[in-house]
Nanobody, 123 residues
């Protein structure tokens, strides 16, 4: 299965972007999908995750109330709606997926990754 992320771009502070990540090319067996981000010179950091069957969501504190993760089960796609963007949200955003339902913030516990999409927020 391949994960294809899209939707990044350049936006002014306070603006919005919506990222998409579609899983294709095989049998979908993921139980969790999530988003991470990596700013220059920093480690990859957890942003949000969603349990595929229940829709239960989890966010890192800095994005709560601004970002919303959702999924389209019919199209094996996960979304990240990002509102009230700040310059510190600038990073490459990666989608990730796991067949294990008990994964949360540790990137090493995810099985597959998308290619990354750049989000740049100007001040």
């Amino acid at each position: 299965v391949q994960l294809q992320a899209s939707g990044g771009g350049l936006v002014q502070a306070g603006g919005s972007l919506k990222l998409s990540c579609r899983a294709s090319g095989g049998t979908f067996s993921y139980r969790v999908m999530g988003w991470f981000r990596q700013a220059p010179g920093k480690p990859r950091a957890f942003v949000s995750r969603i349990a595929w069957n229940t829709g239960l969501t989890f966010y890192t504190g800095s994005v709560k109330g601004r970002f919303t993760i959702s999924r389209d089960r019919a199209n094996n796609t996960v979304y990240l709606q990002m509102n009230s963007l700040r310059p510190e949200d600038t990073a490459v955003y990666y989608c990730a997926a796991s067949v294990n339902s008990l994964v949360y913030t540790d990137p090493h516990t995810y099985d597959d990754w998308g290619q990354g999409t750049q989000v740049t927020v100007s001040s």
